[in-house]
């Protein structure tokens, strides 16, 4: 599914490709599920992630998608750690100039990788690299949370029923932190039933200002923007993050220059290497995947409506 140009409002439409043959160093992967994530469609339509897109991306047709999961069936010169028949997932990444993932297949290089056991589904592995990336990267890499006094690590997650969110809540309480979860009523025994210690219903006054009762915070981890960043630095301990989850727009690009910039903006980059923990928490049963719903890889109009909308509870996954 892609569009013919880089057109602001241009339909994604079915196009044939020529089967792209991998090079030194790359893999070929059969799609078998392809998740969706809001760069999706903030690339087709505004901002810095569309501007990126243009500049660093293929040239059209526009093959949007990062998330992925499949069966290896080619190996280009050098490669070692793949063979054809291996599942795995991954993410593409337009920086390298790949095609994205709404597709029947992927180029992309071994380092993107990382194999999945039978044991999990691939539907559900392709639900990871973007969200479980970021999510992360927020908790482990940017917020070094290992490196807080056990007593010191509190984590607010803003958003906290979403992909992103329902990923972060579990990682920051698998690594030892009080954990709060703001969600909308509905989604309370959801959050709850991920490890969240308190569950704030932003639908029953400023939640902020409710957080505030179970802070200082080391991190603040706002997934689905529109939360006051202000207001999100003065919950901070002394050494707090305030961490927007793609933080884009002209707004929050600004708050990364506010004193003491404390403010940080975060997209996770799949990697093998990032993936691999998540994983193998997906595994062990450690780390619970939430599919909101599944659709055809010809639907990925309705995919990114959905999307667009906020309303969604779990991730979206395209199946080719």
Same mark, same amino acid.
């Given at each position: 599914m892609a569009q013919r140009s880089w057109k602001a409002g241009e339909r994604l439409e079915l196009v044939e490709?020529?089967?792209p043959e991998p090079r030194k160093g790359e893999v070929r992967v059969g799609v078998r599920a392809a998740g969706v994530n809001p760069i999706d469609w903030k690339m087709r339509s505004y901002g810095p992630l569309r501007l990126a897109g243009r500049v660093l991306g293929p040239r059209p047709p526009v093959v949007v998608g990062m998330d992925f999961a499949g069966v290896v069936d080619a190996v280009g010169p050098g490669v070692t750690g793949f063979a054809p028949g291996d599942r795995v997932v991954g993410g593409t990444d337009f920086s390298r100039r790949q095609r994205g993932s709404y597709a029947d297949s992927v180029v992309v290089r071994a380092d993107q990788l990382c194999p999945v056991p039978d044991s999990v589904d691939l539907t559900v592995a &392709?639900?990871?690299?973007?969200?479980? *990336?970021? &999510? +992360?990267?927020?908790v482990? #890499?940017?917020?070094?949370?290992? +490196?807080?006094? !056990?007593? #010191? +690590?509190?984590v607010l997650v803003l958003g906290a029923s979403g992909a992103v969110g329902q990923f972060a809540v579990q990682i920051a309480r698998s690594e030892? &932190?009080? /954990?709060?979860?703001?969600?909308?009523?509905?989604?309370t025994e959801l959050v709850g039933g991920?490890?969240?210690?308190?569950?704030?219903d932003y639908g029953s006054g400023d939640a902020l200002a409710q957080a505030r009762a179970h802070g200082p915070f080391h991190l603040v981890i706002d997934c689905v923007g529109g939360y006051s960043a202000a207001g999100c630095r003065a919950l901070l301990s002394a050494r707090g993050l305030h961490i927007m989850v793609a933080g884009d727009d002209p707004a929050s690009l600004l708050q990364l220059l506010v004193a003491p910039r404390r403010s940080?903006?975060? @997209?996770?980059? !799949?990697t093998g290497r990032r993936?691999?923990? @998540? *994983?193998?928490?997906v595994a062990d049963g450690?780390?619970?995947?939430?599919?909101?719903? /599944?659709?055809? @890889? /010809?639907?990925? #109009? #309705?995919?990114?409506?959905?999307? +667009?909308?906020?309303r969604m509870t779990g991730k979206l996954i395209l199946l080719p």
């Open positions: 490709l020529p089967t &392709a639900a990871l690299p973007v969200s479980g *990336v970021t &999510a +992360r990267m927020a482990v #890499e940017l917020g070094r949370i290992r +490196r807080v006094q !056990p007593a #010191e +690590r509190r030892g &932190a009080f /954990t709060v979860g703001v969600c909308s009523a509905r989604n991920l490890g969240a210690d308190a569950v704030i940080r903006s975060i @997209l996770g980059r !799949p993936l691999e923990p @998540l *994983v193998a928490a450690s780390l619970r995947v939430s599919l909101a719903q /599944t659709l055809p @890889l /010809t639907e990925a #109009e #309705e995919a990114h409506r959905l999307s +667009r909308s906020g």
